[in-house]
């Protein structure tokens, strides 16, 4: 921090200065998620083996491929032997593992039935982050200039964050897929001969296709051998601020216009279709290999046979997003702590006007907006052009927003009125109006009010509606693209009726042929014009207690607060894991859920719904969802505190504070389409172990601990200062292990931190250096599904740090 006073003590200029630099950390650093199979972390307990803790990825560096592209040509025979199945479906997988078809070399061969479980991707283990590594600048400049009546004053800040991370590989879409053009020269698919008279030795004997050869449709694939998708994000954000403040006939006004805003570049690494096409299509071994597998000696992790370096480089492309978002507001404040006179004492007003402008702009990388698209020659289908994203445009907004308030608060009783039981007791009267130029105008009310019973003794309650607008994104995208792993529960109830899982537990893991059950499906997310802002109404009742002990033994503050917030309203999407479910739901009636949208059967998924009495399904190309306003949430909580200090006790100052925070309710009525499936669940419609998110209790559920706690303590003497803090997160219970018996309940956890401070004196007076230790017993977080609950815990160890500072 930097600062000096001028113009003989009538201005001030301060900056302060912060730069931080983190390492990150990586999924291979510790055991809770250096693998997407987790299974082995709960071996010795009742859910060992559930199939639902193995998140490995179904698409993986064993190629899963259709024979024929657009139109399938059907069963594929060598020496008329079936080598694919009915719809010319096979998969690549090491010869050691059984159903093999056929050899392809190279200790590979084909197979006709699914992914063998051991072939899933384990991503984790390949590496991805945790936490990415930071560096990040801080800059805060505040000043002021007094004038005879006016005092001029002034702000400025800015921030730089620039973030480095690693995802996992570029995957396929399901609902784009890519073509392997017939000429390939790894196709074992291809022309017996190439367009340039040489023979094709990647070519299997004796099939029954034409000697020109067939394209294969990648059903499944990840570009492992790309590497990880390496994302660079660069956050930039200013803020200007200029104001007067001043008094006019006992007011104090204020006025001040600010601008602000915030930029992020986001680029990461990705795959042309168009230049993948082009390498796909060679003839020559620099064509693009898609058919050689992963990696033999660790099948599930990596990519041991990558295609040749020239060939992977030449289709990679660097996916840019840029954001930018600004803030424009001016406002007017007048303030007057004695407006008018009551007997209980002066009564203080405040109220406002503020005008501001936002604007939000999305500008999506050319190859997604649809600017640049990849025509596909074998479905004619304008697309996106990057391998493993769907179309989204660009999206922009702005809205203008007035609001005015006021304030008053109201001394009813004063101490010197000797009221019996009521030494005093005030009121705070508020209200606010927001008019925006995009959906209208609100209002909202506040009450609160305090009584001191007796010194040391006060009760205090408040009652407050509120309000948020829907951002902008929520109001004007036209289409926002996400892809989230889900499951076709349809499918797991054919596999279900047939015998071919024991239950929807297993269908992560079936091996029919057909649409997988566990995929990556894209939710088609529009904004929606009419949505109503988000309302609450907030009420809480609480008691102050400060003894009133002597001044030698120190201060006690106590506290003791119910609260309760309803809120209506609330802006969310139906959600793509629901729409399956409905989905599912529908199917078993004959009808369908026309926000699922799938793909013609092919005669694999005929035949996966055969004698089942199911109609065939078809594989989910997209969901379609929008923003909507669900129905009401209520959470009510108790928060208690207790503050003691004592000061120049001889050896020292003593600082103590305990905070808890205790959730009793946390319920959000379920929405018609969430009722109609918890009902359907409830009447064994649809199976027991659906994951039906959104609505009833959620209290303990995920990242709802009913307790927390937080106690630290603080000793100083002179220019030493030590301190001690800890923090207890209450357990949860984690639904994506198993809904239909009791959950897995991840333990809470009890960390602690210490730290030593010295402040110099003399020459040096103004520094101080610090020591410390966080999570000093290296506590792990809590085990769940996901190797720990990221919303609640953090992954980090224990570790040490120092710091130094000066002040100017």
């Known amino acids: 921090m930097l600062g000096t006073n001028f113009a003989d003590g009538k201005g001030n200029i301060t900056l302060f200065a912060s730069y931080d630099h983190g390492t990150g950390l990586m999924s291979t650093d510790q055991y809770f998620t250096a693998s997407s199979d987790r299974r082995g972390l709960f071996s010795d307990t009742r859910f060992a083996g559930k199939s639902s803790l193995d998140n490995r990825s179904t698409t993986t560096p064993w190629l899963g491929g259709v024979v024929g592209s657009p139109s399938f040509f059907g069963k594929v025979t060598s020496n008329g032997t079936a080598i694919s199945t009915a719809s010319g479906a096979f998969q690549i997988q090491p010869s050691t593992l059984s159903g093999c078809t056929i050899s392809i070399g190279n200790g590979l061969c084909l197979t006709n039935g699914g992914l063998n479980t051991a072939l899933k991707e ?28 006016v005092t001029a004053f002034w702000e400025a800040g800015y921030y730089y964050a620039k973030t480095h991370a690693q995802q996992s590989p570029i995957q396929t879409l399901s609902s784009i897929p890519i073509t392997v053009p017939a000429s390939n020269y790894w196709n074992p698919f291809g022309p017996v001969t190439f367009a340039d008279g040489t023979p094709n030795p990647n070519r299997l004997p004796g099939l029954n296709i034409p000697a020109a050869g067939l394209p294969v449709k990648i059903a499944s694939y990840s570009f492992t051998d790309f590497g990880p998708i390496n994302v660079d994000v660069t956050n930039k954000q200013f803020r200007l601020l200029f104001g007067l403040r001043g008094e006019w006939h006992g007011f104090n006004w204020e006025t001040a216009g600010s601008y602000s805003e915030a930029t992020v570049n986001d680029v990461s690494d990705n795959i042309s279709r168009t230049k993948l096409n082009e390498i796909l299509a060679l003839s020559t071994p620099a064509a693009y290999n898609p058919f050689n597998g992963g990696s033999l000696a660790t099948p599930s992790v990596g990519d041991g046979t990558p295609s040749n370096g020239t060939s992977i480089d030449a289709a990679r492309q660097k996916l840019v997003r840029f954001d930018k978002a600004t803030l424009a507001t001016y406002d007017f404040r007048l303030s007057k702590k004695d407006l008018v006179v009551l007997p209980g004492g002066d009564v203080g007003f405040a109220a406002g006007i503020e005008a501001r402008r936002e604007t939000q702009y999305d500008n999506r990388d050319a ?19 990057f391998a493993n994203l769907s179309k989204n445009p660009d999206t922009h907004g702005t809205r203008m927003v007035f609001s005015a308030y006021g304030e008053l608060a109201v001394p009813v009783v004063s101490p010197e009125m000797e009221v019996p039981l009521v030494r005093s007791v005030n009121l705070q009267l508020a209200g606010r109006y927001e008019n925006y130029s995009d959906f209208g105008n609100i209002a909202v009310p506040k009450i609160a009010g305090s009584w001191d019973v007796v010194r040391g003794f006060r009760l205090r309650g408040s009652w407050a509606k509120s309000f948020r607008a829907p951002n902008l994104e929520q109001v004007n ?43 990556s499906v894209t939710a088609l997310r529009s904004g929606n014009p009419d949505l109503d802002p988000e309302r609450a109404t907030t009420w809480s009742v609480g008691t102050v207690i400060e003894p009133p002990i002597p001044d030698s033994f120190g201060h006690l503050t106590l506290t ?47 035949a996966a719904f055969a004698g089942t009495g199911l109609a065939p399904a078809g594989q989910v190309l997209y969901v379609k969802d929008q923003y909507v306003n669900l129905l009401p949430q209520t959470v009510r909580g108790l928060d208690l505190n207790a503050i003691y200090s004592v000061r120049d006790t001889g050896i020292g100052d003593f600082n103590v504070s305990v905070n808890v925070s205790h959730l009793i309710k946390y319920y959000q009525d379920p929405s018609p389409g969430i009722a109609e499936l918890l009902a359907a669940r409830a009447a064994g419609k649809i199976d027991k172990n659906t994951v039906i998110s959104g609505g009833g209790s959620l209290l303990r559920q995920n990242s709802r601990p009913a307790w927390k706690w937080s ?85 980090m160890g224990r570790y040490w740090y120092g710091n130094m500072r000066y002040r100017f």
């Open 122 to 149: 384990d991503l984790a283990a390949e590496g991805t982050t945790v936490i990415p590594r930071l560096n990040r600048v801080n800059l805060f400049l505040t000043g002021h200039y007094d004038f005879d009546d």
């Open 367 to 385: 190859r997604i907006d649809g600017t640049i698209d990849f025509l596909d020659p074998y479905t004619g289908a304008a697309v996106s052009d």
């Open 477 to 519: 995208a036209q289409i926002i693209a996400r892809t989230n792993t889900r499951t076709d529960y349809i499918f797991c109830q054919a596999d279900l009726l047939k015998g071919a899982i024991a239950s929807f537990t297993d269908c992560a893991n079936s091996t029919v042929p057909g649409a997988k059950r566990r995929l």
């Open 560 to 606: 003791a607060d119910l609260w309760n917030v309803k809120q209506t309203g609330l802006i969310g999407i139906f959600g793509e894991g629901n729409a399956l479910i409905l989905d599912y739901l529908l199917r078993q009636s004959g009808q369908t859920n026309p926000n699922v949208v799938r793909a013609a059967p092919t005669p694999d998924d005929v």
């Open 711 to 795: 106690a630290s303590l603080n000793w100083s003497l002179e220019n030493v200062s030590i301190g001690a803090f800890t923090q207890y997160i209450g357990s949860v219970e984690d639904t994506s292990i198993d809904s239909a018996a009791a959950p897995w309940v991840v333990d809470g956890q009890l960390t602690g931190n210490l730290y030593a401070e010295y402040r110099f004196t003399g020459a040096l007076k103004g520094a101080s250096m610090r020591f410390g230790v966080r999570n000093i017993t290296n506590e792990a977080p809590s085990l769940a599904a996901t190797g720990y609950l990221g919303t609640l815990y953090s992954p």
